[in-house]
């Protein structure tokens, strides 16, 4: 995930930049430039003249947005930005001691709740979660869509089926055996407890039922009548790859690099539905190999789109590659770009291989 975190005085500052330091996510700083002054202030941050137009800018560019400060002004903060549990950032509020991570918003589809753990282990904070199943220690499905790459459908279903499971309903997971990766979902599944059958999609499609997530591809959910009010749909994120290279470079340390990357996010190579990077590189043999061998497209993008996606999500640049290209990111702006405007969920930030650098991003 790409974390952004908002401070406004000198100990939320101290905090952030512990935070930046104790995480393995990449932490961007954003901070009240009433604070430049401060000789305690590190490099890499970004100074702001006001909360409420730094927000507006980077609402939509992160995958977390973490507020140092009072709950009451990251509400009001991001109160006009919402639109949907389903995309929105995940939104987490520390008091300036570290005393506690509250997580605000977006704790199950955005990850949340995980994130608001995993901070609160790495500076010695105590978690503060609200929703009602983590509370009860029922694991909800919508929980499970993020670590599973699932998008769930519709979003009104989503608050019934999850009262059923906190009120001790068990939920059975429906997976279409013709699904690509459908063994795998139903492993995972299993391996969080869940009860998870493999099924013929016909008999999905015309009996839905109760208390049923239902692992479907997009066009088949939407083919469902009389869908049950507690009856949810799960459809597979796209899954992109961002790829810089060197020149020359061989299929084999591409699609090395791919496999270590896809093995960080728990998955493999066959789970990628596309390949992506700059127009500069769209003869690579190795490349275009890789994409083959795959069977996935591989797309290119020029530079004037990836600045943009660049300028869009505050990407960090490489100053060489900048000199080089033109452009100072390749693979983060080139899955960006292949996102579209659905955009996505960075699953994996720009990690360095063997003359190699792979993003991943599951499309939103």
């Known amino acids: 995930m790409r974390l952004a975190c908002c401070v406004l005085t000198r100990s939320a500052l101290r905090l952030a930049m512990k935070m930046r330091w104790c995480v393995d996510e990449p932490v961007d700083v954003y901070a009240s430039e009433k604070l430049a002054a401060d000789a305690d202030a590190a490099e ?3 100074w702001f003249a006001r909360l409420s137009d730094v927000v507006k800018e980077i609402f939509s560019a992160y995958d977390a947005l973490v507020f140092i400060m009072a709950a009451g002004i990251a509400v009001r903060m991001t109160a006009p930005h919402l639109k949907s549990k389903l995309t929105d950032p995940a939104i987490l509020v520390f008091d300036e001691r570290g005393k506690y991570g509250i997580s605000l918003l977006s704790g199950h589809v955005g990850g949340g709740n995980a994130l608001a753990r995993s901070l609160c282990r790495a500076i010695g904070a105590e978690p503060v979660i609200t929703t ?20 769930p459908w519709p979003k009104e279903h989503i608050r019934r089926i999850n009262r059923a499971v906190l009120a001790g309903d068990a939920v059975c997971w429906r997976i279409d055996r013709t699904l690509p990766h459908g063994e795998w979902y139903r492993q995972k599944l299993l391996q969080a407890g869940q009860q998870a059958v493999l099924c013929g999609k016909e008999d999905m499609l015309k009996n839905p039922g109760p208390l049923d997530v239902l692992v479907l591809g997009r066009s088949d959910c939407h083919a469902i009548r009389n869908l049950p009010e507690d009856c949810l749909c799960m459809t597979p994120r796209r899954l992109i790859a961002g790829i810089g290279c060197r020149r020359g470079v061989p299929e084999a340390l591409v699609m090395q690099a791919l496999d270590k990357a896809c093995r960080r996010i728990g998955v493999d190579c066959s789970f ?3 390949l992506a990077s700059t127009s500069f590189k769209a003869q690579e043999e190795g490349l275009l190999a890789a994409g083959r061998s795959i069977g996935c497209p591989v797309l290119f993008y020029e530079n004037e789109e990836m600045a943009s996606a660049i300028r869009k999500y505050h990407l960090n640049e490489s100053s060489f590659v900048k000199q080089t290209l033109g452009i100072g990111n390749v693979c983060e702006a080139a899955a960006c770009c292949c996102t579209g405007k659905a955009g996505g969920r960075m699953a994996l930030c720009k990690t360095k291989f063997e003359k190699v650098t792979v993003a991943l991003i599951w499309e939103k």
């Open 272 to 274: 990628l539905d596309a």
């Open 44 to 46: 890499d941050i970004h």
């Open 132 to 151: 009602a199943t983590d509370v009860n220690g029922c694991l909800a499905p919508d929980a499970l869509s993020g670590p599973l790459g699932l998008r």
